[in-house]
């Protein structure tokens, strides 16, 4: 059966984080979607296509902490840079994915990196929060960069483009990402023309941003820099281009669990994010260099 659709949202206003990301917060808050819609998705901030003009400086946000869940980053445009006090570090370019687990607790900071603020140009990406569930909440932090030529491909025939799967499968071409709970994450690169078929399970939350382009979705045409979300009914996809388009394929399995939420924090209980601001405060999360 058809996979339903229950809206297209128009890209929130932006705002900044630090002074490098102008990003449209299309959940929780933008839309009042409620923390649960997405899960294990709590959280999308998606930064449109922008110019950013050259700079010395690097901008970005400095050295802040996360407990509970996993920071996933997308690079479409620029370069993005990450450094954490497990002693991870990396940068990310077009296409690539960077996938830091936070777990019990790491300081990071993310910015732009160097020589791509030296030039300054168009940026564009996307930050996922990726929920844990409670018993994976304080295993240890972690970090996966993923570069677009270590992810599973799928081509379209007639060379009408390709799917790159970020985690999960598709059409029995593996993911690339380690997950905690069952997640289906693709960039799909169309071309005019291209029609492309799929399944994702009906139980899972679903939703396809258009990073690129426009296509029709399910009898849908939606629109650059907006955001499809699906009903949790049916699990067909069918995707329609008539121009070329760049999608971000989103679909997870609920994480049925109370959330509390706060600032960096993403726990079960009101107790646990106290005891994350002791845990930072007491130097629990390590040291990192602003
Ligand atoms: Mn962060």
Not at 30 to 58: I, T
Not at 205 to 228: F, P, R
Not at 244 to 272: C, H, Q, R, W
């Amino acid at each position: 059966m058809k996979k339903l659709i229950e809206k297209v949202l128009a890209p929130p206003a932006p705002h900044m984080v630090g002074d490098g990301f102008r990003v449209h917060n299309f959940f929780p808050g933008g839309y009042s979607l409620g923390l649960q819609r997405m899960s294990p998705f709590f959280m999308m901030d998606y930064n449109a296509k922008v110019e950013f003009p050259a700079s010395e400086r690097q901008r970005g946000v400095g050295v802040h902490p996360h407990r509970g869940f996993e920071t996933v980053t997308l690079a479409y445009a620029g370069a993005v840079a990450h450094h954490d006090s497990a002693g991870n570090s990396g940068t990310i370019y077009p296409g690539d994915v960077q996938w830091m687990t936070a777990a019990s607790g790491v300081l990071h900071k993310e910015y732009h990196e160097t020589e791509f603020a030296r030039k300054g140009g168009a940026f564009q990406m996307v930050q996922l929060w990726v929920n844990l569930p409670a018993k994976f909440k304080m295993t240890s932090p972690k970090y996966q960069s993923i570069t677009t030529a270590q992810m599973g491909k799928y081509d379209l025939p007639n060379g009408k483009g390709r799917v790159d799967v970020v985690a999960g499968e598709f059409h029995s071409v593996k993911g690339a990402a380690d997950t905690f709970t069952p997640i289906q994450m693709y960039n799909m690169y169309l071309h005019d023309g291209a029609t492309i078929n799929f399944e994702l399970p009906s139980h899972f939350n679903s939703c396809i941003l258009l990073l690129e382009g426009q296509a029709t979705i399910n009898g849908t045409t939606v629109k650059q820099d907006h955001l499809l979300l699906f009903k949790n009914e049916g699990t067909d996809v069918s995707i329609e281009t008539t121009e070329d388009a760049k999608l971000l394929v989103l679909s997870g399995e609920p994480i049925d669990e109370p959330i509390v939420a706060y600032g960096p924090f993403l726990m079960n209980t009101k107790e646990e994010i106290i005891q994350a601001y002791e845990d930072v405060n007491s130097g629990k999360f390590g040291y990192l260099e602003d």
